[in-house]
């Protein structure tokens, strides 16, 4: 399997889990959620999304798990399930992430403006981030569409991407650090550039400082790491960070008007999601 499979494989594939009866799926109620605090606010949804230039996915959440099935580009037949971390950051707008991994993936969705934009991560690539993004079709409509699918054996995603990846003559995945020059991304490089967010953590004060296509990044004031920016507006006031540096990577999303921090990577690499009161929102 060649360098750039691998990495896609790295990025979507978890262990097999198993298989959910989803005849039961509107009255099902779990004995305890694992998966965040926005997770009973979206238990028993069905979204339909897709990225432009990527795939289009039809997801299902239910029994602490997303379930996804690609539709008709790199992923096109693949279907799987993850444990995601999920918080909701504002009415209607929703914070999602998962490992996959070695890395992870780490999307916000926006309901009010239909809107959907991601962060992948690639342990594999030095600093890199994949920003994409897309619309929302629907959710929990008559036209949301459950993903039908039996779950896809580990072994076969592989050939299935090589073979949807050759016939669809699609472009090679592009984890790299560069600068995305999406408009969502434009905006909230423009919009935070000169401003300095802190809060307060366990294990110090974060502060973060965007300066354009730059972005600092301290802990306690000690140790910035600069990094490139990736920092996308989801609505006024709602940014979507993400930094890749080792050890210190972190995906969060902040709400100004509620001034919260959502954080879904602890400092040890795991999945977990916390949420921070913002101390300083404002010029350097």
């Known amino acids: 399997m060649n360098k750039s499979l691998t990495l896609v494989l790295s990025l979507f594939v978890l262990s097999a889990c198993s298989a959910i009866d989803t005849n039961k799926l509107t009255s099902y109620t779990p004995e305890k959620s694992i998966s965040g605090s926005g997770y ?149 490089r423009k919009e935070l550039t000169g401003l300095s967010i802190k809060y307060d953590t366990p294990d110090g004060v974060i502060e973060i400082e965007v300066d354009g296509d730059r972005t ?11 990094v490139f920016t990736a920092a996308t507006k989801i609505a006024d006031g709602i940014y979507f960070i993400s930094w890749e540096k080792g050890a210190d990577s972190d995906h969060i999303v902040v709400n100004r008007n509620s001034m919260t921090v959502f954080d879904h990577v602890s400092p040890t690499g795991e999945r977990k999601e916390a949420i921070y009161d913002i101390t300083y929102f404002g010029a350097k």
């Open 40 to 188: 009973e606010s979206l238990r028993g949804a069905v979204i339909n999304y897709g990225y432009d230039g990527f795939d289009d996915f039809n997801l299902a959440i239910y029994n602490n798990k997303i379930k996804w099935l690609g539709q008709k580009g790199y992923f096109q037949g693949v279907a799987t399930e993850v444990v995601p971390k999920i918080s909701k950051v504002a009415d209607n707008i929703y914070f999602f992430s998962w490992s996959t991994g070695s890395s992870g993936d780490n999307v916000v969705h926006n309901y009010n403006t239909m809107r959907v934009n991601a962060h992948l991560s690639e342990s594999q690539v030095k600093d890199a981030l994949w920003q994409i993004h897309g619309d929302v079709y629907n959710i929990n409509s008559p036209e949301s569409v459950f993903p039908h699918s039996q779950l896809t054996p580990i072994k076969d995603i592989g050939k299935i991407l090589k073979k949807n990846i050759a016939e669809k003559n699609l472009p090679p995945f592009a984890f790299t650090a560069k600068i995305s020059h999406f408009p969502e991304d434009i905006a909230g």
């Open 216 to 226: 600092y990044v301290s802990k306690n004031n000690q140790d910035i790491k600069d």
